[in-house]
Structures are given as C-alpha cells and as structure tokens.
C-alpha cells in the first residue's frame, strides 16, 4: 500500500510540473513584452537600398484572454496558448534623405507565447486614423 501510494504522489507531481510548464502558463504580457515584440517586428536598421524605420508606441490598451480557439490555431497560435487582446496605437517613423514620414496605425493584435516560449504579436487588423 505504501508503495502505491508514493507512486501516486509522484504521478501526480510529475503532471503538475509538466501543467506548470506548458504554452498556457497562465501568465499576461504587460506593456514591456509588447514593445519589446513591436520594436524587433517593425524597426529596421536602414541600408542604401530601405530607409531606417523606428516606432513610436503612443498607447496600449489590453482587453480579455482566453485559451487560444480552433482558428487562432489554424493562424498559427500553440493550441492551448493564453490569447490577450490588445489595442496597440502606434507612429512608424520612415527616414528619407528628404525627411521623417509619421504613419500612426492604430493596431487590433492577439498577443501569445509562441512555440518557443516567447512574447508573439499577431496583427488581426489595422486602421490608420490620420488618413
């Protein structure tokens, strides 16, 4: 009897560490994690061929999470991921030889641990309030 029961406990502690340790950690971006995706998405260092681009974030707003559903999955989202919406307002800036063009985009995105562990930004849809 006190064999089984040992070997329960350590069953059960085993899948514990492995629930812990899964895409759905439970745990939400903050502000941080998002620019820090945004700016290694959308900066570029510039060549003679591309002007350089950087990004000004004016504002992130982020709405609920859940497990991430059947199409998020087709698009590309670890099955069981926690999915946090967010509304990111934002400024491209293009450099030019002539000038800086500003294009704020206002940005609707699911944000997710992707399959190697790190902060993901998905962009579900974009609107440019300037224009």
């Keep these: 009897m006190n064999r089984i029961m040992k070997y329960l406990i350590f069953v059960f502690c085993i899948t514990s560490l492995l629930a812990c340790n899964s895409t759905s950690s439970g745990d939400k971006p903050t502000k941080d994690d998002v620019i820090a995706v945004m700016k290694s998405t959308w900066e570029k ?9 950087t990004i000004t974030i004016n504002s ?29 307002d934002f400024t491209a800036n293009t450099f030019y ?7 704020r985009r206002i940005m609707t995105a699911a944000v997710y641990r992707n399959k190697f562990n ?14």
């Design 45 to 53: 260092a510039g060549s003679s061929m591309n002007p350089k681009v």
């Design 60 to 88: 992130i707003v982020f709405g609920s999470s859940s497990e991430a559903n059947y199409a998020e999955e087709l698009d590309g989202i670890p099955k069981s991921a926690l999915v946090t919406a967010a509304k990111i």
């Design 97 to 103: 030889t002539d000038g800086v063009q500003k294009t």
């Design 118 to 131: 790190e902060w993901d930004v998905m962009n579900t849809a974009t609107v440019y309030p300037d224009k």
